[in-house]
Nanobody
Framework: QVQLVESGGGLVQAGGSLRLSCAAS????????MGWFRQTPGKEREFVAA????????YYADSVKGRFTMSRDNAKNTAYLQMNSLKPEDTANYYC???????????????????WGQGTQVTVSS
């Protein structure tokens, strides 16, 4: 069982930055693929970024590539999402997700993740 707690959301002006954190419980954090997803009312949960457990490589949605950076610190059981050059369309509730040894083919699919945080709201004003 893994529990995830996000933090770092808030209100920021367009062009600004935020860093989201996702703290995970458990002793086997390094064996979990970690992902960030976002959701706005009435829409499905959207893939943002993920870091594979197997090779540590980060993968991004095209909409955030070059602006967002995801990383993980296995010693601290924490994943991060650094968001730069934020745009109003980045406004959403951001969720951290984890899945045990999730393979690359499923890394962008929210249905492949077993564990979710409660979400943190990010609002970007124009």
């Amino acid at each position: 069982q893994v529990q995830l707690v996000e933090s770092g959301g808030g209100l920021v002006q367009a062009g600004g930055s935020l860093r989201l954190s996702c703290a995970a419980s458990g002793r086997t954090f390094s064996t979990y693929t970690m992902g960030w997803f976002r959701q706005t009312p009435g829409k499905e949960r959207e893939f943002v970024a993920a870091v594979s457990w197997s090779n540590g490589t980060a993968y991004y949605a095209d909409s955030v590539k070059g602006r967002f950076t995801m990383s993980r610190d296995n010693a601290k059981n924490t994943a991060y999402l650094q968001m730069n050059s934020l745009k109003p369309e980045d406004t959403a509730n951001y969720y951290c997700a984890a899945d045990y040894q999730l393979l690359l083919f499923g890394i962008r699919d929210p249905h492949k993740y077993d564990y979710w945080g409660q979400g943190t709201q990010v609002t970007v004003s124009s």
